[in-house]
Nanobody, 121 residues
């Protein structure tokens, strides 16, 4: 299987910045899309940003202009640069990736364990 490990969360004041990272590991053949999702207490998990294979990106309207998703294809690593953070951005942020792994090119769709982002003064 393919494992995803997020890092970079923490406590930040409103208006501050954080950079999240997500490293994929395993017998990866190909990763198609990688994305960031978040879930706030009492709310459903929602898409934050996604990077499709080939460089296309999509963002939730609430983060456009403030967050930037990027990807290092050589390192199977995904980043999320978050700026101008607001209390409403407080949530557990999860990394997701899908593609193929193993010699037999089995499909995978994996989630990380999540990293907490808290925006508060």
């Amino acid at each position: 299987q393919v494992q995803l490990v997020e890092s970079g969360g923490g406590l930040v004041q409103p208006g501050g910045s954080l950079r999240l990272s997500c490293v994929a590991s395993g017998n990866i053949v190909r990763i198609n899309a990688m994305g960031w999702y978040r879930q706030a207490p009492g709310k459903q998990r929602e898409l934050v940003a996604v990077d499709t294979s080939g460089g296309g990106t999509n963002y939730a309207d609430s983060v456009k202009g403030r967050f930037t998703i990027s990807r290092d294809y050589a390192k199977d690593t995904l980043y999320l640069q978050m700026s101008s953070l607001e209390p409403e951005d407080t949530a557990v942020y999860y990394c997701n990736a899908n593609g193929f792994y193993s010699w037999y090119r089995r499909p995978f769709d994996s989630w990380g364990q999540g990293t907490q982002v808290t925006v508060s003064s």
